[in-house]
């Protein structure tokens, strides 16, 4: 195992999240508000450290690092990013708050969007931009925005890449994999500002538009408003956030075709058609149930509502307009199975992935086909291509193990003495990226108010959830002790 | 005619024998050397050792003087380069042995029209697909973009046509009896021919109206509606293809697991088994019972013999195998597998259509090659137009089964009358083909 290369990167990581920390410094300092010095000692604290491994551990001649050191490296990374985004909280409100801190943080970066705050509109502008800002670094990946601007990362770049990227099966879009990495960020800028302009463009503040625009592209779900998007109560602006939320959620490599002049992908894409599919079906149903047995007058409303809910789970970016939880029992019922779907692979959204799913129900269809013939070969397709055999048993794998994480989350959280409601959709919720469960920690209420241990615990689960768990269950396999 | 063969493979080695016995002067050029020697002893020809690709050797050979050159190893990119380097070395024609359209499609084939892509598989891939639409039938060849069939069918005994001069009896319109074999031979019917039993008769027509022939001569066709395969090699690849575009069920029986997951995964229409198509188990799997076609077209030539006799057993209605060493023959027939198919027969009949520039199909039809159908162009100024066809001195023992005229197809009777340009399909024993030729050629 290379330690000392593993040691060194994480010095970069370190000086990479001091410049970011710079933003909010500047932004709390002219504002004036007094957590200005909370980013700067975190910022000087992460510098020096940073600094000091960089030179410990200068980079040595040759750099064996193979699938094993990105492992490590990346799951690292994201523990750093979240222990090192939590220290401007703890500066800020105090040590006593250390859990509610890393909670927060993890939250940010690995854009599940559980927060344990609960008057947002009273804090200060910083710690507001800090949070989005976590969002928006982690939502396309801290390794992938590591790649992209330090070279020396790209050897073993794949591996890394693997590691952290959301999907079955990850592709390279150009020969370089630094070019791949630049490729997705500036989609990713792009798409960022895009939404930023259009907020703005609608009146709102510069801002919330760009908080939003981190939260919404990195599908994630912090907002700077008390209420989440519903705040605004502008039509208008939930829509444009849905129709970016979908864009989030798509596979970025079909973005990546459509910038370059080909919008053939985007439509034939088979998880794309499937994806959209489930949101505008999700969309009818819980607007057909809010009118029916919700008391929703206007069909009209009945879908603003309805839309915009379902959009914003199944990307996991976890806003809201209303309160959820007080809907009626079918939506609520809908809303949770729909906390499993998650976007496209190679999407920012969390969750499973709606390709994960069409692989394991075709399975299931072929497994069953497969009683009465046991010869037959039958591939599984996603739209013309087929899946090899081995991609099929990592999602199938995969799926069992969400699943299992997913119910021992719950039992676990029921243990600390909540309801079954709040246990398993907060566990659903951190797994999955989402942000908010419902129950006790649905949309109107937080995480504030569970116990420290339960914190820990989803904190836990929403980093695994992020690097999609194999890249953190692998790490006790890695038969650390032998050579 | 001096002719350089690349690769002296199965199919190398069969255009090389035919040819030689054509008295054509042949220079193949051959990597193996156990291969060279042994052509050397077997065969009249130049055999060299070496690499079709090298130009040197290709100089050092006499190529570019060479009318013809067929590069026909295995290997689709070798052949590609043989025949590019042939043509800058002065060869007018080349023909490159392929096995996948991905390279048949490559522009420097497309574009230069001195190469003409030779896909063996395919061609055999073609056959029993026709032979899947004309049920009832034990073989079939196609004309005219589909529209015109020639079939070999053999009558049933109960029907009545025996004992009857043909001129009494009534077929379906458009068609023409032109051939009827034998045990002693073929005979071109004339008017006062009689039928026996026993006789396999071969018929031109129109395709849309195969069912009433067959009806006519008491033979019971069914469509095709599905087909099991045994064997996914490149035939069975392009066989399912056909079958699958015309939403015809098909089975492929694979015994690689690779092969059979890349067969699945290519050919979205067709069910893939894992195992042997010499299993019973395997071919009830694949329910041969109820299958109207059971076609073994695997490289063993006896596990295709074994496997069509299961399939027979088990309830399949028409059993196909195919067969690559020549000596077999016999043994198909002796265990009667309903239609047996020599690849190389039927490949050997494109090569000579090369060699000979004019349409020679149904080399397979009529072993031995004592009848041939041959596709003759009018030509301005020829015998043939002088007078009604009762009038032409029309060799004997052929006969005009068809014209196509443009668009039209005409069955021809007594009185008909050719045109410039028409394109006749003669059925003719081959000692009148230079007789023909006389009648067609512009005087």
């Known amino acids: ?483 | 005619m001096r002719i350089v063969i690349i690769g002296a493979g199965e199919v190398g080695f069969h255009i090389a024998s035919e040819l030689e016995r054509e008295g054509h002067d042949l220079v193949i050029i051959e990597q193996n050397e156990a291969r060279v020697s042994e052509l050397q002893t077997r065969l009249d020809v130049l055999a060299v050792t070496g690499d079709g690709c090298d130009p040197t050797i290709l100089q050092q050979n006499g190529v570019g003087s060479a009318d013809l050159l067929f590069a026909v190893s295995n290997n689709d990119p070798a052949n590609m380069l043989a025949a590019l380097t042939a043509r800058r070395l002065g060869v007018g024609r080349c023909v490159a042995r392929l096995g996948s359209d991905h390279h048949g499609e490559n522009p420097l084939i497309t574009e230069d029209p001195g190469i003409v892509p030779l896909y063996p598989e395919r061609l055999v891939a073609e056959e029993i697909f026709g032979l899947t639409r004309v049920p009832g039938a034990s073989r079939a060849h196609f004309f005219a973009d589909g529209r015109l069939v020639l079939l070999a069918a053999r009558p049933s005994r109960k029907a009545a046509i025996y004992k009857k001069p043909l001129k009494e009896l009534e077929g379906p319109e458009g068609w023409i009896l032109s051939g009827i074999r034998r045990t002693d031979g073929m005979v071109i019917p004339r008017g006062d021919s009689v039928l026996r039993k026993g006789d396999l008769l071969y018929a031109v027509g129109r395709t849309e109206s195969v069912p009433e022939y067959l009806a006519s001569i008491g033979v019971e066709s069914q469509p095709t509606r599905r087909v099991v395969i045994a064997g996914g090699g490149q035939v069975g690849y392009w066989l399912s293809k056909l079958l699958v575009g015309r939403e015809v069920a098909v089975t492929i029986i694979q015994r690689s697991e690779q092969r059979a997951f890349d067969l699945a995964a290519e050919i979205p229409g067709a069910l893939v088994l894992r195992g042997d198509a010499t299993d019973p188990a395997v071919l009830r799997e694949a329910r041969v019972g109820d299958a109207d076609y059971f076609v073994a077209s695997t490289q063993d030539d006896e596990a295709n013999i074994l496997s069509s006799l299961l399939a027979r057993e088990l309830g399949c209605r028409n059993d196909v195998a195919l067969y690559h060493r020549p000596e077999f023959a016999n043994v198909l027939q002796a265990v009667r597998i309903d239609l047996p198919i020599s690849p190389r027969l039927m490949v050997a009949g494109h090569i000579l259509k090369m060699v000979h520039g004019r349409e020679v199909l149904g080399m397979d039809l009529v072993a031995g090659g004592v009848a041939e159908v041959v596709e003759f162009e009018v030509r301005p100024r020829a015998r043939a137009l002088k007078g009604a066809l009762i009038e032409l001195d029309f060799p004997r023992s052929a006969i005009a089964s068809a014209i196509i005229r443009g668009d039209e197809l005409h069955m021809p009777g007594g009185d008909f009358r050719f045109q410039v340009g028409d394109r006749v399909l003669v059925f003719t024993l081959t000692d009148s083909l230079a007789a023909l030729e006389k009648l067609f050629r512009e005087r």
């Open chain 1, 1 to 483: 195992m290379n330690y000392r290369g593993i040691l060194f990167l994480l010095g970069r990581l370190l000086l990479a999240l001091t410049a970011a920390l710079a933003a909010p410094t500047i932004v709390a300092y002219v504002h004036r508000g007094e957590d200005w010095w909370s980013f700067l000692y975190a910022g000087l604290l992460a510098g020096v450290v940073g600094i000091t491994l960089e030179r410990t551990f200068a980079q040595p001649k040759n750099f064996p690092f193979g699938r094993r050191e990105a492992f490590v490296l990346v799951a690292a990374a994201w523990v750093t990013a979240s222990l090192v985004g939590a220290l401007p909280y703890i500066f800020h409100y105090g040590i006593s708050f250390w859990i509610d801190a890393i909670f927060e943080s993890t939250s940010g970066f690995t854009t599940t969007g559980a927060s344990i705050m609960t008057d947002i509109e009273g804090q200060p502008r910083g710690i507001l931009l800090w949070r989005s800002l976590s969002h928006w670094l982690g939502g396309m990946g801290i390794i992938v925005l590591g790649i992209a601007v330090l070279p020396k990362l790209a050897i073993g770049g794949m591996e890394l890449l693997g590691a952290e990227a959301p999907g079955p099966v990850t592709e390279k879009l150009t020969p370089r994999i630094a070019q791949t990495a630049k490729a997705l960020w500036g989609i990713y800028a792009l798409l960022t500002a895009a939404v930023a302009l259009t907020l703005w463009l609608l009146g709102v503040g510069s801002f919330d538009a760009i908080n939003h625009a981190f939260s919404t592209i990195a599908t994630a779900g912090f907002s700077t408003l008390d209420a989440s998007v519903g705040g605004f109560n502008r039509p208008a602006v939930e829509m444009v956030i849905v129709v970016f939320m979908i864009l989030a959620g798509a596979n970025f490599a079909l973005h990546f075709q459509l910038l370059r002049g080909r919008p053939g992908p985007l439509f034939r894409d088979a998880e794309f058609r499937l994806y959209l599919t489930v949101i505008a079906s999700a969309t009818v149903l819980i607007a057909a149930d809010l009118m029916i047995n919700g008391g929703v007058g206007s069909l009209l409303e009945a879908v603003r509502l309805s839309s915009f809910q379902s959009t914003a789970i199944v990307t996991t970016t976890g806003f809201s307009t209303a309160d959820f939880d007080q809907w009626p029992h079918f939506s609520r019922a809908l809303l949770f199975l729909l906390m499993f779907v998650g976007g496209c692979a190679g999407s920012t959204s969390g969750s499973v992935k709606v390709v994960r799913g069409m692989i394991v129900l075709k399975k299931l269809a072929i497994d069953l086909k497969r009683l009465v013939r046991p010869r037959a070969v039958y591939p599984i397709r996603i739209g013309k291509r087929a899946i090899p055999e081995g991609v099929v048993t990592s999602v199938t794998t995969f799926m069992l193990l969400f699943v299992s994480i997913f119910a021992a989350g719950g039992l676990i959280l029921s243990l600390m003495g909540l309801d079954m409601v709040t246990a398993y959709s907060a566990s659903a919720a951190a797994l999955g990226n989402i942000g908010p469960g419902q129950g006790l920690v649905g949309p109107a209420q937080n995480y504030a108010v569970l116990p420290g241990a339960a914190k820990l615990l989803l904190t836990g689960m929403m980093i695994v959830g992020r690097l999609e768990l194999y890249t953190v269950l692998v790490l006790f396999f890695l038969g650390w002790r032998r050579p």
